[in-house]
């Protein structure tokens, strides 16, 4: 039975040419399935745009018209990273229109874009996190550190407005670039350690699984120009002992099952010397081909474009 997917990209924030890349790969790898695929794509300003929708009017009026594409579709794909996607929003709406969507519900993306909470839940369930101190945009006039500190907006995606200081003149700078993203910004001290990311699946039925941990190798800060210049290398599956692959694996979905995420999401550690530190988490990841997710399934004997049919089938 062919399922009716709507696959959502674009969004009004800083990631929305990822997120329209994601989508576009989403929607091409799903044709090759067994999905009738219908995309739509949200404009920088918020206004909802498809084939057959009119164009003009106010975002409001682009979303009505674009309810009739929630209602004829089995299950929405929404490839929107960050604000107003990511974040729980879109999910919130299909939730409202009683529709089924590929990856996590409205409380798991909110807590899982906001770094200072995600950390709370890290701590509670007793992962390892940096030790941080949460700061209002009105307050950074006031703000002093000692040592190399990390700032970065607290709900932003793609390093998008995060710093790293070791000089404290540069300080003050630092936090006026994320507070463009963000009024709460939060300010940790930096870790040293391997950046490794662990990606979670939950699949139809509920089962839930770690992928072939990855590791990712820069000459620095792992920053928002690193991510997409092509300097960053990966290694799939990371070079790690069974005992360090077995705690980052139970960590990222220790952390899964407590933010109660669903399809799949990204879990962003350090590996120290006292072993796994949360950095972040991702509930949305990039799912182009070539994102860090894709190549670890891949390097589980999942494809692409057997990857975006289990999240669909989880869903549906």
């Given at each position: ?74 299950v929405v794909f929404p490839a929107v990273h960050g604000a107003l996607g990511e974040d729980g929003a879109l999910a919130a709406l299909c939730a409202l229109a009683g529709v089924r969507v590929v990856g996590s519900a409205l409380r798991a993306g909110a807590i899982g874009m906001d770094k ?201």
């Amino acid at each position: 039975m062919t399922t009716k997917v709507l696959v959502i990209g674009g969004g009004q924030n800083a990631e929305h040419e990822v997120s329209l890349a994601s989508a576009a790969a989403v929607a091409a790898a799903l044709r090759l399935g067994d999905h009738e695929v219908t995309s739509v794509t949200i404009d920088r300003e918020g206004v909802w745009r498809a084939d057959g929708l009119p164009n003009g009017g106010t975002v409001a009026d682009s979303l009505a018209q674009a309810l009739p594409l929630l209602a004829r579709t089995d299950v929405v794909f929404p490839a929107v990273h960050g604000a107003l996607g990511e974040d729980g929003a879109l999910a919130a709406l299909c939730a409202l229109a009683g529709v089924r969507v590929v990856g996590s519900a409205l409380r798991a993306g909110a807590i899982g874009m906001d770094k200072w909470a995600t950390k709370l839940v890290a701590a509670a369930v007793g992962l390892g996190t940096a030790r941080g101190r949460l700061i209002a945009a009105d307050d950074i006039g006031d703000v002093e550190f000692e040592g190399d500190v990390v700032v970065k907006p607290v709900s932003a995606g793609s390093s998008h407005g995060v710093s790293l200081v070791t000089e404290e003149d540069r300080l003050l700078e630092a936090l006026r670039e994320a507070a463009r993203f963000d009024r709460r910004i939060l300010v940790e001290e930096v870790v040293r350690g391997r950046e490794i990311d662990v990606a979670v699946l939950r699949e139809k039925g509920g089962i839930r699984w770690a992928a072939p941990p990855l590791e990712i190798h820069t000459a620095g800060l792992f920053d928002t120009a690193t991510k997409y210049d092509g300097s960053a290398r990966f290694t799939v599956p990371a070079q790690l002992t069974a005992a360090e692959s077995t705690a980052l694996k139970r960590a990222a979905i220790s952390l899964f099952d407590a933010l109660g995420c669903d399809g799949v999401a990204r879990m962003d550690f350090f590996l120290t010397d006292r072993g796994p530190v949360l950095n972040e988490v991702n509930t949305m990841p990039g799912l182009t081909a070539a994102s860090q997710v894709p190549r670890m399934f891949a390097a589980a004997g999942v494809d692409y474009v057997d990857l975006v049919g289990r999240l669909v089938r989880a869903a549906v």
